[in-house]
């Protein structure tokens, strides 16, 4: 049986399921997770989640299983399993592309340093669209500081209740939650209003991708970016998007540490001139 593991190449099919395996102790390997899962049913990728700078293990894996029966089988079968001293955690998890769970790990690991770089100012406003629990809305609280604001956005409730306590515990004052419709895709916001958009591991959940990114295009100002990371996409399939819409033209990007790949990385796009 050919497994591939953390350097394997794959396409997305219908047939293939995700596992997250989360609890893992840090001497875990990847051959260990395949001698586990194999007993239940046949793998096609296995890939155990590091930091990119120090390698650590972030305590839990990617597996991939071809046939969706085996897969639940593993869940079943393997959530609370006790490997050394702790036990693992399996749950179903959306398909990502190798590499990409590694970058959005440091991005976030590294979330003020990163923005900084994009050119996230203190004064500035910033829009986190689909903030989930809020790494990047709190970075950016604490670059734009007191004469900035942040809007948080989220279609789930719980996420922005996250945030909201994470903000109570750090006494910030300059972030705004907002609920997002599920349906619609409109933004409470005037025209030209924000600084910043950020759309990070988000863009792949929106149906009406092109309504959205006109709703950025209305509240971004001239003069400010709009950054995306395309996970779950890929930043070749982010530009062709992107170059369609015709309303953005991409300023930069904002790549891993020299030596690492990921099919993925942060894009920034700007408008084009009046």
């Keep these: 049986m050919d497994i591939r593991c953390s350097d394997g190449v794959f396409d997305f099919r219908n047939n293939v399921m995700q596992l997250r395996v989360n609890g893992l102790p840090p001497n875990a390997s990847e051959d260990e997770l395949v001698r586990l899962f194999s007993e239940i049913g ?28 085996e897969a639940e089988e593993a869940i079943k079968r393997l959530s ?13 998890m959306h398909e990502t592309l190798p590499g990409e769970m590694e970058y959005k790990e440091w991005l976030t690991d590294y979330a ?39 809007c948080a956005m ?13 903000v109570r515990i750090k006494g910030l004052a300059n972030i705004e939650t907002m609920l997002l419709d599920k349906v619609r895709v409109s933004i409470s916001l005037p025209d030209e209003s924000i600084d910043v958009i950020l759309l990070y591991d988000v863009l792949q959940e929106i149906p009406d991708k092109q309504g959205l990114i006109r709703e950025f295009h209305r509240v971004l100002a001239q003069s400010g970016f709009l950054s995306i ?21 991409i300023r930069d990007r904002y790549g891993p540490p020299m030596g690492f790949q990921s099919p993925s990385e942060v894009i920034n796009f700007t408008k084009p001139p009046a």
């Design 80 to 92: 609370g399993f006790r490997l050394g001293d702790v036990s693992i955690r399996v749950n179903r």
């Design 154 to 166: 989220d279609v789930r409730a719980s996420s922005l209740e996250q945030l909201k306590e994470s």
């Design 112 to 150: 003020s340093s990163a923005l900084e770089r994009i050119g996230v100012r203190a004064g500035q406003s910033v829009l986190d669209y689909g903030c989930g629990p809020g790494p990047f809305s709190i970075a950016s609280a604490g670059i734009v500081g007191g004469r900035g604001k942040v």
């Design 42 to 69: 046949r793998l096609e990728w296995v890939r155990i989640i590091r930091d990119i700078i120090s390698g650590k293990s972030k305590g839990y894996a990617i597996v991939r299983m071809p046939v969706d029966a």
């Design 229 to 249: 990371f395309p996970m779950h996409m890929g930043t070749d399939m982010l530009l062709r998007f992107m170059n369609d819409t015709s309303l953005f033209r």
